[in-house]
C-alpha cells in the first residue's frame, strides 16, 4: 500500500481492516495544544446517542470499533493525538465517521504543521496523508470514513469552525445542556476554567496520557473516585493549598479515565461526609469544599450555626479523628448501589495515623471481589498501618490496593506522580478480567 498525498476534497480506497488517525503538530513555546477526537454518524448524519461521541473524555466507544489513543511526543515538538478504528468492526448503522481537532487555549491559526495521517494497524503502512492550514477556527474536521458501495474510503475536509468542541458535538446532534458540556461532552467545560488553570489541566492530561500508554492501559475507562483526609493532623496540609493543589491534578485523571469526566468524592475524619461530584468546569468552586475555612469551626469557640450553602459539609460532624474503614465501607456501597460498566480507580489521600487496622483490613480483603482498585496515597507523616503492607498480605485472588508515599507532594512533578498512580491500576485491571471479577 502506497501513502497518498490528498488534498482538500480528495479521497481514496481503504483497503485495511483496522486504521490509526494520527493527527500531528509541533508543539511551542505559549501555544494551543490539541487534542482529536471522532464522531460516528448514521445516515442521517447525525449521532445515534452520545456515546458515538469519541474523545479524551470518552475515549472507548461502547462498540469497541473507535477509541482515543492519545498522544505520543516525537523529535523537534512534534506531538501526535490517535484515534484507532476498527472497520471491521463499526455497527451497520454507522455511515460516516468524522475525524476532528479541537483546540486548548487558542485557535488553529497559532498551530504549525498540522497534518492528519491515515495508517493501517499492523503494518503501519501509511494509507492517505493530508496537510492542512487554517485560521480563526476553534475546531477542525480534518477528514471522513465512510461507507460506498461497501467499502471503506476516506477524505479529506479541512472544514473548521470557532465554535469549540460542545458545538462541533452539537451540530452533530451530541446533547449539550445549557450550564455546560454535558456526558460525553464534558471537555466544553474545560473553557470556563481560568486560563492558568486549563493551560496546567492541559499539560498534565497530555502527562497522564503519557503514564498509561507507557503502562498498557491508553484508551482505558475507569470510573474515578476522590478521597481526602480531613483529620486533624491534616491541617497545615489545608491551609497550605496542598490539598487544593491534589485536587486539581486529579482532575487530569478523571478527564483521561472517566466516562463522564467527572469525580465522585468524599471527605473523611472520625466519619465520612459525600462531597458534591466534581466536574472540570466546577473546579475553581469547588475546591471551597478544601480550604482551611472548612476546619477552622471545628477548634474555635461553639456558636449558633449558621445555614451552611447548599451542597457544603459541616466539618463539625465529620470531625478529627482516623477512621478510615467507615469512608472506605461508603465508597463500596455506592459502588455496589451505582454499578458501571467500567472498573473504580480509587485515589485515596491520607497523612497516615492509621491505627484501626483490623477493621480496614476486614474491608478491603471483602473489596477484593469487587470491580474497586484502591490507590493510596501518602502525604508526608507516618504510620500507615495496613494500607502500607496490604501489599504483602496473602489470601487474596487479585491484589486489589496499591500504595506509596511522599514527604512533600508538591515537590513531586506531575509526570512521576502519574506514573506512580496508574502504575499498579492496569495491572490490576488485567488480573480482574482473567479471574472474571471485571467482564
Not at 27 to 49: E, F, H, K
Not at 64 to 88: C, I, N, P, W
Request: hydrophobic share 40%; aromatic share 6%; proline share 4%.
Amino acid at each position: 500500500m502506497t501513502e497518498r498525498s490528498l488534498s482538500t476534497g480528495a479521497n481514496v480506497a481503504v483497503d485495511a481492516g483496522a486504521v490509526r488517525v494520527e493527527l500531528g503538530w509541533v508543539a511551542g513555546a505559549g501555544g494551543p495544544d490539541v487534542d482529536a477526537s471522532a464522531v460516528l454518524l448514521a445516515g442521517d448524519g447525525r449521532v445515534r446517542g452520545d456515546g458515538d461521541f469519541v474523545f479524551y473524555n470518552q475515549p472507548r466507544h461502547a462498540s469497541g470499533a473507535v477509541r482515543h489513543l492519545g498522544k505520543v511526543s516525537g523529535g523537534g515538538g512534534a506531538v501526535v493525538d490517535r484515534v484507532e478504528v476498527d472497520l471491521t468492526a463499526v455497527e451497520a448503522g454507522v455511515e460516516r465517521i468524522v475525524l476532528a481537532g479541537s483546540v486548548d487555549g487558542g485557535v488553529f491559526g497559532q498551530v504549525r504543521g498540522l497534518s492528519l495521517r491515515l495508517v493501517e494497524v499492523g503494518t503501519e503502512a501509511g494509507v492517505a496523508r493530508y496537510e492542512m492550514a487554517a485560521g480563526p477556527e476553534t475546531v477542525l474536521i480534518g477528514g471522513e470514513l465512510y461507507r460506498r458501495g461497501g467499502r471503506w474510503r476516506f477524505r479529506a475536509v479541512g472544514q473548521g469552525y470557532d465554535s469549540g468542541l460542545a458545538g462541533l458535538a452539537t451540530d452533530f446532534g451530541v446533547t449539550v445542556e445549557e450550564d455546560g458540556a454535558a456526558g460525553a461532552v464534558a471537555a466544553g467545560e474545560e473553557e470556563r476554567l481560568p486560563a492558568e488553570m486549563r493551560e496546567r489541566l492541559s499539560l498534565r492530561k497530555r502527562q497522564v496520557a503519557v503514564s498509561l500508554e507507557k503502562h498498557g492501559a491508553a484508551g482505558i475507562v475507569a470510573r474515578v473516585v476522590l478521597v481526602l483526609d480531613a483529620s486533624g493532623s491534616m491541617s497545615g496540609l489545608y491551609a497550605r493549598g496542598v490539598v487544593a493543589d491534589v485536587v486539581e491534578r486529579m482532575v487530569a485523571v478523571a478527564t483521561q479515565l472517566d466516562d463522564d469526566g467527572a469525580m465522585q468524592a468524599w471527605t473523611f475524619a472520625s466519619n465520612p461526609a459525600r462531597l458534591p461530584d466534581l466536574r472540570v468546569g466546577d473546579l475553581p468552586e469547588w475546591l471551597r469544599h478544601v480550604r482551611v475555612g472548612q476546619l477552622s469551626g471545628l477548634f474555635g469557640r461553639r456558636r449558633r450555626r449558621s445555614p451552611l450553602p447548599e451542597g457544603e459539609v459541616d466539618m463539625r460532624e465529620v470531625g478529627v479523628g482516623n477512621e478510615e474503614q467507615k469512608v472506605i465501607a461508603e465508597v463500596r456501597e455506592y459502588v455496589r448501589r451505582h454499578p458501571a460498566g467500567a472498573p473504580t480507580l480509587v485515589l485515596f489521600f491520607s497523612d497516615g495515623g492509621v491505627y484501626r487496622n483490623a477493621e480496614i483490613e476486614r474491608e478491603l480483603r471483602e473489596a477484593v471481589e469487587e470491580p474497586l482498585f484502591w490507590q493510596f496515597v501518602g502525604l508526608g507523616r507516618s504510620n500507615y498501618g495496613v494500607l502500607q503492607r496490604f501489599d504483602e498480605l496473602p489470601g487474596r485472588r487479585v491484589d486489589n490496593v496499591g500504595f506509596f508515599s511522599v514527604d512533600d507532594i508538591s515537590t513531586l512533578p506531575d509526570p512521576e506522580l502519574y506514573d506512580r498512580l496508574l502504575s499498579q491500576f492496569p495491572r490490576w485491571v488485567t488480573a480482574a478480567r482473567r479471574v472474571g471479577i471485571l467482564a
